[in-house]
């Protein structure tokens, strides 16, 4: 049972960048898919970027060119590296971890979840 926890979130201006950190417990890191996800009030909690086990990334196209996921497994700890932020972008952020192979960008493929890391992009 991995367990995650966020962090990095707070309150910026449009334009701004943040970084988002999770950090995963256990010995096996290294072994599982890692994504984010974000939700809002009233919406669902939507993709927004995704990174392998082998290291291949994928993104939501509203955040693509915008966003990065890395990942650093000596230290069991996935990032989003989020620049040019929009108001659009304000939401609560969660990291997610898969033990199954392959791409995923829907919640229920993802087995462990961190509590989430608030987002406030001012306009």
């Known amino acids: 049972q991995a367990q995650l926890v966020e962090s990095g979130g707070g309150l910026v201006q449009a334009g701004d960048s943040l970084r988002l950190s999770c950090v995963t417990s256990g010995r096996t890191f290294s072994s599982y898919g890692m994504g984010w996800f974000r939700q809002s009030p009233g919406k669902e909690r939507e993709f927004v970027a995704g990174m392998t086990r082998g290291a291949g990334t994928y993104y939501a196209d509203s955040v693509k060119g915008r966003f990065t996921i890395s990942r650093d497994n000596a230290k069991n700890t996935v990032y989003l590296q989020m620049n040019s932020l929009k108001p659009e972008d304000t939401a609560v952020y969660h990291c997610?971890?898969?033990?199954?192979?392959?791409?995923?960008?829907?919640?229920?493929?993802?087995?462990?979840w961190g509590q989430g890391t608030q987002v406030t992009v001012s306009s």
């Open positions: 997610a971890a898969r033990r199954l192979l392959g791409i995923a960008r829907t919640p229920a493929s993802y087995d462990y």
